[in-house]
């Protein structure tokens, strides 16, 4: 019975460890309190069809690109691999994910000049069949509509009206 009890102690432990570890880094999980999570609020609102979406942008006085605005947390997260080739690119990473109900599309995130200013993630529910061209142009629309709200980079981060 011990032992039983050990294995399960270990096994919360872990799992703790895990929860801890997915934190954002600026140790908060509360949306921040700027124009760009009142952009991605607002407009996950207004398409229900988009379920996930996040910012990747370089805060102003910084070096680190990091998610500035999401609806899954993860303020803070450094961008990775995929979103800098985005960012320095400026071309699209479209994939269906690893358990095959989601298309993901990193796109690059412009103002309203259509200067490159970050990336942003939109990401669909899918099943197999889903028309991912669709998909990926319904995303560029909401990232187009998106940008004739961003006078600039530095907007993204005032305080939300």
Known sequence: MKFVNVSI????FCCAIAMIAQQPSNGSSQPPNTYAQKLVTDTLAKHKDVVIMAFHVTPPNETDNVIIASNIGRYGK?????DMRVINTGQSNLEVNKAGNHFEDE????DSAGKRIGAVGIVFNYKAGDDKQKLAKQAERVRDEM???IPSKEKLFEPAN
Not at 107 to 110: A, H, K, R, S, T
């Open 9 to 12: 102690c270990a096994v919360l």
């Open 107 to 110: 796109l690059p995130l412009l």
């Open 78 to 82: 450094k961008a990775d691999e995929d």
């Open 147 to 149: 940008a004739k709200q």
